[in-house]
């Protein structure tokens, strides 16, 4: 008992110095909370979103295979007892005109509304129910582009390829649909769908059952009624079948999150590690005198221990609680929000509080192993002011040797992932970046007090006494220079690494999105072929380079197959796959699904028909130049299978001198008389792609500056310790005229210089870790561009504001010292 209550003793005296490891403990737990909850709250998002897509309906009747239902299934499910009600989902394509009937870019999904309100699926944002074939529903953001409202008239396209006005009576929430994403919705009555829409199928039948009817019984007699040709599921079975998909995505998602989440906590180790270290080492007498009084090397290192254990479980729970507070006001403003069908709850379940609280405590009993060894190692001899070495130089041999091999390890694995291909490349960068950076972080020591000496030159001469003994003392022990930076050092790596990774493969993918379609525009029709005078009007455009490409169907081996045919020469010469396509013969094909060999081509009206001989290897164009083609030949291979193969798709380019703008605009006048032609652009798609890493750079940055910020943590809780540790030398400095304003002046650069010292270093290492990552990923199209500067720049700026934050506390008690009290200090 004496052991604990003086444990608890020593733990209270330290406390002041300590505080600021505990805080870093305790937001490296509170930030796995808020990690692993947003988490589970993503993964049940998406379940809300499938049971909304679901529907009421009590039972779902669905294909066995992918497809559609039989035209009769709505009548024999409607003649099974216990059925109150059943409807059809039926869905097809349209599309939808702009006030200045042009069709919009992307193809628009007709669903139909079910006549039964209680059978309604879709989310109804504003507005009503459309209740005759003139009415219709928008999607919110499709009635946006438009410019329309409820009440409004908006033209669309019928099935006919004609235009009708149809009036517009409400809007759709797009997010209880998430299987339309990213498609225009169209939101009919049952019977006004074949008039709209083409390629019409039933995709789902929704049944109601009688009030009070058991479901799983229901679904049995549906089951036992239709037969083998249809899946038969009660809506709770079928949500369940919705949200399996998004099991997976709720892995990656929990992955990349708690990779961010480990980055934190290592930071977190480092900082209750070196914290721990600094302490101990000023305890060197204390420790020796226990020794000296009986204490054993065991019973000083549980002693350690049960301080490290004290510490990790408050900061722990300190952490639980602040997690549980963040989560809490996430649901808050998740609950103010507009979800749609999500109603979020950030709230982490009491398995997930005591767990992470549980891997704190583990951190820092892990943090504290080191420090707790090396303190139970003081001799007795050190209580009577004899010196005590950490290792003798074997060990630092050894030590050393360990680093140079983990550096040089690294340094060659990164080599190899630079010039190998894809998936070794990548894999040998991680394990490179990996060990090369270990490499450094035990080198950290001789590193930064280096990097001090060059970067305090500057401040030794701008400086004066303060910016001379600002870098003196970050010289004169590396040892503690070393353990203050490297957490710091860690950070910053990390941070430049992830923005110059995404940024370059950003920079290198744009352009091979873009660069490698056959053109910067495409234009076809929902369905049939491209109009004889749109082709006419666009290839009369002397702004436009304009490529038709003709397809047909023909009979292959016995299967119907689309053959598309085009003049290789006006295409895009940086198009994939445009060198095999110069260099195709009459009679060859190549092929998109990478199946060689000769294929036997059915004549038409029974007579003999040829052979097609299909090049070895994949190729991408066929898909490319015409959706769903598989095989592409030349034009006059073409008229040989299908004689007056009508053009379905118009590859247009600017012509040369002519910019993206003007080339769109003579698109337009060239397409006015024709709204039912789509036209698709390419760099719209590449944007589209950048946005997307755009946001994952802005997450990236956010997360990973959370590690930045635990590491100032740690720099302002050595730079309190050591405040302490030189409170004589202090105390003599204010005694021969410095004053306060210039001790503070000295802790704030030293804070500077040492995340100075961390950010060079560290973006040095991230910019070629960074650029690694970027090449091992874009070796097969090329590495463009460079890290984004601004954003480095950013890295840097917050990185030096994290080391002058940290200098507030250490300089502010430095101005309290007095004189006498700073000298009486042993």
């Keep these: 008992m004496t052991t604990y209550r003086y444990t608890v003793a020593e733990l209270r005296g330290q406390l002041r110095q300590l505080v600021l490891t505990g805080a870093a403990i305790a937001l490296g737990v509170a930030f796995l909370i808020a990690s692993v909850s947003g988490s589970g709250a993503l993964v049940d998002s998406f379940s809300q979103t499938a049971a909304a897509e679901v529907g009421p309906g009590d039972v779902q009747v669905t294909p066995v295979a992918k497809g559609a239902l039989d035209t009769d299934?709505?009548?024999?499910?409607?003649?099974?007892?216990?059925?109150?009600?059943?409807?059809?989902?039926?869905?097809?394509?349209?599309?939808?005109?702009?006030?200045?009937?042009?069709?919009?870019?992307?193809?628009?999904?007709?669903?139909?509304?079910?006549?039964?309100?209680?059978?309604?699926?879709?989310l109804l944002k504003d507005g009503r129910w459309p209740s005759t074939p003139g009415e219709v529903l928008l999607d919110a953001d499709t009635a946006r582009r438009i410019a329309a409202a409820p009440g409004a008239d908006i033209r669309l396209v019928r099935a006919d390829g004609g235009t009708a006005t149809a009036h517009l009576v409400g809007t759709l929430d797009g997010r209880g649909a998430p299987s339309f994403a990213g498609h225009p919705i169209i939101g009919v009555p049952d019977g006004a769908v074949q008039r709209y829409a083409t390629g019409?199928?039933?995709?789902?039948?929704?049944?109601?059952?009688?009030?009070?009817?058991?479901?799983?019984?229901?679904?049995?007699?549906?089951?036992?009624?239709?037969?083998?040709?249809?899946?038969?599921?009660?809506?709770?079975?079928?949500?369940?079948?919705?949200?399996?998909?998004?099991?997976?995505?709720?892995?990656?998602?929990?992955?990349?999150?708690?990779?961010?989440?480990?980055?934190?906590?290592?930071?977190?180790?480092?900082?209750?590690?070196?914290?721990?270290?600094?302490?101990?080492?000023?305890?060197?007498?204390?420790?020796?005198?226990?020794?000296?009084?009986?204490?054993?090397?065991?019973?000083?290192?549980?002693?350690?221990?049960?301080?490290?254990?004290?510490?990790?479980?408050?900061?722990?729970?300190?952490?639980?609680?602040?997690?549980?507070?963040?989560?809490?006001?996430?649901?808050?403003?998740?609950?103010?929000?507009?979800?749609?069908p999500v109603h979020l709850s950030l709230l982490p379940s009491p398995v997930t509080v005591v767990s992470a609280g549980l891997f704190g405590v583990l951190l820092t009993l892990l943090a504290v192993r080191g420090p707790a060894k090396a303190a139970s190692a003081v001799p007795p001899l050190a209580a009577l002011g004899g010196t005590h070495s950490a290792g003798g130089g074997p060990t630092r041999l050894r030590a050393a040797a360990w680093s140079a091999a983990l550096l040089l390890a690294g340094v060659a694995l990164l080599a190899l992932g630079v010039v190998a291909g894809p998936p070794l490349s990548l894999l040998a960068v991680?394990?490179?970046?990996?060990?090369?950076?270990?490499?450094?972080?035990?080198?950290?020591?001789?590193?930064?007090?280096?990097?001090?000496?060059?970067?305090?030159?500057?401040?030794?001469?701008?400086?004066?006494?303060?910016?001379?003994?600002?870098?003196?003392?970050?010289?004169?022990?590396?040892?503690?220079?070393?353990?203050?930076?490297?957490?710091?050092?860690?950070?910053?790596?990390?941070?430049?690494?992830?923005?110059?990774?995404?940024?370059?493969?950003?920079?290198?993918?744009?352009?091979?999105?873009?660069?490698?379609?056959?053109?910067?525009?495409?234009?076809?029709?929902?369905?049939?072929?491209?109009?004889?005078?749109?082709?006419?009007?666009?290839?009369?455009?002397?702004?436009?380079?304009?490529?038709?490409?003709?397809?047909?169907?023909?009979?292959?081996?016995?299967?119907?197959?689309?053959?598309?045919?085009?003049?290789?020469?006006?295409?895009?010469?940086?198009?994939?796959?445009?060198?095999?396509?110069?260099?195709?013969?009459?009679?060859?094909?190549?092929?998109?699904?990478?199946?060689?060999?000769?294929?036997?081509?059915?004549?038409?009206?029974?007579?003999?028909?040829?052979?097609?001989?299909?090049?070895?290897?994949?190729?991408?164009?066929?898909?490319?130049?015409?959706?769903?083609?598989?095989?592409?030949?030349?034009?006059?291979?073409?008229?040989r299978l299908a004689p007056g193969a009508a053009v379905t798709t118009a590859w247009i380019s600017p012509a040369q001198g002519t910019d993206h703008l003007a080339a769109r605009r003579a698109m337009d006048r060239a397409l006015a008389d024709y709204p039912h032609v789509r036209v698709t652009d390419t760099a719209a798609q590449a944007q589209n792609l950048r946005s997307l890493m755009d946001r994952m750079m802005l997450i990236t940055v956010a997360l990973l500056g959370f590690s930045v910020a635990i590491a100032g943590l740690g720099v302002a809780a050595t730079l309190m310790l050591s405040v302490s540790e030189r409170a004589r030398e202090i105390g003599m400095l204010r005694a021969i005229g410095m004053s306060r304003r210039q001790l503070r002046r000295m802790l704030t650069l030293e804070a500077l210089l040492l995340s100075l010292a961390a950010a060079v270093i560290g973006t040095a290492l991230g910019l070629g870790y960074g650029w690694a990552a970027a090449r091992s990923v874009t070796s097969t199209v090329g590495t463009i561009g460079g890290p984004p500067v601004l954003l480095v720049l950013a890295a840097l700026g917050l990185t030096v504001l994290t080391g002058l934050a940290a200098a507030i506390l250490p300089a502010r008690r430095v101005g309290r010292m007095t004189v006498i009290a700073a000298l009486r200090t042993t």
């Design 430 to 639: 991680t394990l490179g970046a990996i060990c090369s950076f270990f490499g450094v972080l035990r080198l950290s020591h001789r590193l930064l007090p280096a990097v001090v000496a060059a970067l305090g030159a500057p401040a030794r001469r701008l400086g004066g006494t303060a910016g001379r003994l600002a870098t003196q003392q970050l010289r004169l022990n590396p040892a503690r220079t070393g353990a203050t930076g490297s957490a710091l050092l860690l950070g910053v790596t990390v941070l430049v690494s992830a923005v110059t990774a995404l940024a370059i493969t950003s920079n290198s993918l744009m352009p091979m999105v873009s660069a490698r379609q056959p053109g910067t525009f495409s234009a076809a029709t929902t369905s049939g072929p491209l109009p004889a005078g749109a082709l006419g009007t666009l290839g009369a455009q002397r702004r436009l380079v304009v490529t038709p490409v003709r397809s047909a169907t023909v009979e292959i081996d016995g299967h119907g197959t689309l053959v598309a045919a085009v003049d290789p020469a006006r295409l895009n010469a940086h198009t994939d796959g445009i060198d095999r396509a110069r260099a195709l013969a009459d009679g060859a094909a190549l092929s998109g699904l990478g199946n060689g060999g000769v294929r036997q081509v059915a004549g038409a009206m029974g007579r003999p028909g040829t052979t097609l001989r299909i090049e070895p290897g994949r190729s991408s164009l066929p898909f490319t130049l015409q959706s769903g083609a598989v095989l592409l030949v030349t034009p006059a291979t073409l008229d």
């Design 73 to 122: 299934t709505a009548a024999r499910a409607r003649q099974v007892a216990g059925v109150a009600g059943v409807s059809l989902r039926l869905t097809g394509r349209g599309g939808v005109l702009t006030a200045d009937r042009r069709p919009l870019g992307d193809a628009a999904v007709v669903s139909s509304v079910a006549a039964d309100p209680a059978l309604r699926w879709q």
């Design 200 to 340: 019409v199928t039933a995709t789902q039948l929704d049944v109601r059952l009688l009030p009070g009817a058991s479901r799983a019984r229901g679904a049995q007699t549906l089951r036992a009624a239709l037969g083998p040709t249809a899946e038969i599921r009660t809506r709770d079975a079928s949500v369940a079948e919705a949200t399996r998909q998004s099991k997976t995505l709720y892995g990656v998602v929990l992955i990349a999150a708690l990779s961010f989440v480990l980055i934190a906590l290592a930071v977190a180790r480092m900082v209750v590690s070196n914290t721990f270290s600094v302490v101990l080492g000023q305890r060197t007498q204390q420790l020796a005198l226990l020794r000296c009084v009986g204490a054993d090397r065991a019973q000083i290192h549980r002693l350690i221990r049960r301080q490290g254990l004290l510490l990790g479980a408050g900061a722990s729970a300190a952490g639980a609680l602040l997690g549980t507070g963040l989560c809490a006001a996430g649901t808050a403003l998740a609950h103010a929000a507009d979800l749609g």
